[in-house]
Every structure is written in structure tokens, then in C-alpha cells.
T-cell receptor
């Protein structure tokens, strides 16, 4: 298995633009997580899905952030409009079952100018 | 509420010496505990986990961790450090009441030649 796949790996955009981050979880995993990592705030959970259904989005910072999981093999995290403070590394992770380890993707480094 | 503390932002150790990275946790009920490692510009990688059973858990790359229920600790250890072990290490915890692990802030391990 190729592991969790994220695209793009790097994204540079200007303030106000829409940004879409993509994730393909490991086949057979029923949980998918979106995290954000910054030096100041560390690793933050934004939202997680179970069987493609969003369960907890309390970590999504504002209405500018939205996430979807249309099927078991694809998820997106969208920021519209983007702001400089959204600059961070965004990770997608997946796992099987409620108490097993998570498998993280390589991350998307987002820079908003 | 769950919490994880990694009291040291940075640990320095000489190559060949034993290393310990500390972690304490607070959860309701029986804990599920994890260690992850993050190399520069990479996603987090699973190292080992404690679910139940032996208090000493062995994981990848020669790492092990000791679960201590009375001290609510789950310290990561390795008998002989390598320069290549230099990375950021995260402890995570959850319990039967939650499906979502709480991560510590991370500890930067630096192994000097």
C-alpha cells in the first residue's frame, strides 16, 4: 500500500484565494483525520470522519474552513478565503478501528501571502 | 478531559548513550497510549502503542516504552541512541470514552555524535 497520499505537497497562494487540499486514505481504513501543525500551536485536530461521515468538526477554526469526504477513498479540506494566518502544514491521517494507531500522510505545506 | 504532557521541549543525548523521552497523561478509564516520531518535512510515523498487557512495550527502531499506571506515565526509551534518532517525538493518549487521541506538544530529540 502506498500509505496516505496528500496533494499538493506545497501550496503558495495569495490572501483571499480559495485553497483545496486533498487526501487519499489507506484502503480499508474507516477513520480519517485532518490536522494542522504550526510552531506556535503544535498539532491541532481540525475534523475527523468515520465511515465518510463528519463526526467532530469543533476544531475547524472558522467558517472559512470546510471538509468533505464524498467516498471512502477521498477527502478534501477547503479554505475560502485564505488568510496569512492559515499558513501551516496540514496533515491527513487514517486508521482502522477506534483505538488503533493513525497513519499520517506527508503533509501539505501551505503558505498564504 | 484528556491531556498529555511532554515536560521537555528538547532532550540532548550523546550517541551510544541511553535516551528517555518523558510523557505523562490524564484520561478517564483505561488508557490507550501511543508514541510517534516526526522527521523533518515528513508526517508522523507510528512507533509503538500500549493497549493492555505487559507494561514494557517494544516498538520500531529499537524503541520501547514503559507504562506506569500509578504515575500515569508512558516514557519512551532506547538503550543506545543513534544520530539518526534525532527527530520530534509525540506522545498521544485516549481512553475507552473517546475515540480521539490527544497529542502532547512534542519533544525534540537531538543525538550528538
Amino acid at each position: 500500500d502506498a500509505g496516505v497520499i496528500q496533494s499538493p505537497r506545497h501550496e503558495v497562494t495569495e490572501m483571499g484565494q480559495e485553497v483545496t487540499l486533498r487526501c487519499k486514505p489507506i484502503s480499508g481504513h474507516d477513520y480519517l483525520f485532518w490536522y494542522r501543525q504550526t510552531m506556535m500551536r503544535g498539532l491541532e485536530l481540525l475534523i475527523y470522519f468515520n465511515n465518510n461521515v463528519p463526526i467532530d468538526d469543533s476544531g475547524m477554526p472558522e467558517d472559512r474552513f470546510s471538509a468533505k469526504m464524498p467516498n471512502a477513498s477521498f477527502s478534501t479540506l477547503k479554505i475560502q478565503p485564505s488568510e496569512p494566518r492559515d499558513s501551516a502544514v496540514y496533515f491527513c491521517a487514517s486508521r482502522t478501528g477506534p483505538y488503533n494507531e493513525q497513519f499520517f500522510g506527508p503533509g501539505t505545506r501551505l503558505t498564504v501571502l | 478531559a484528556q491531556s498529555v504532557a511532554q515536560p521537555e521541549d528538547q532532550v540532548n543525548v550523546a550517541e551510544g548513550n541511553p535516551l528517555t523521552v518523558k510523557c505523562t497523561y490524564s484520561v478517564s478509564g483505561n488508557p490507550y497510549l501511543f508514541w510517534y516520531v516526526q522527521y523533518p518535512n515528513r508526517g508522523l510515523q507510528f512507533l509503538l502503542k500500549y493497549i493492555t498487557g505487559d507494561n514494557l512495550v517494544k516498538g520500531s527502531y529499537g524503541f520501547e516504552a514503559e507504562f506506569n499506571k500509578s504515575q500515569t506515565s508512558f516514557h519512551l526509551k532506547k538503550p543506545s541512541a543513534l544520530v539518526s534518532d534525532s527527530a520530534l517525538y509525540f506522545c498521544a493518549a485516549t481512553s475507552g470514552g473517546s475515540y480521539i487521541p490527544t497529542f502532547g506538544r512534542g519533544t525534540s530529540l537531538i543525538v550528538h555524535p
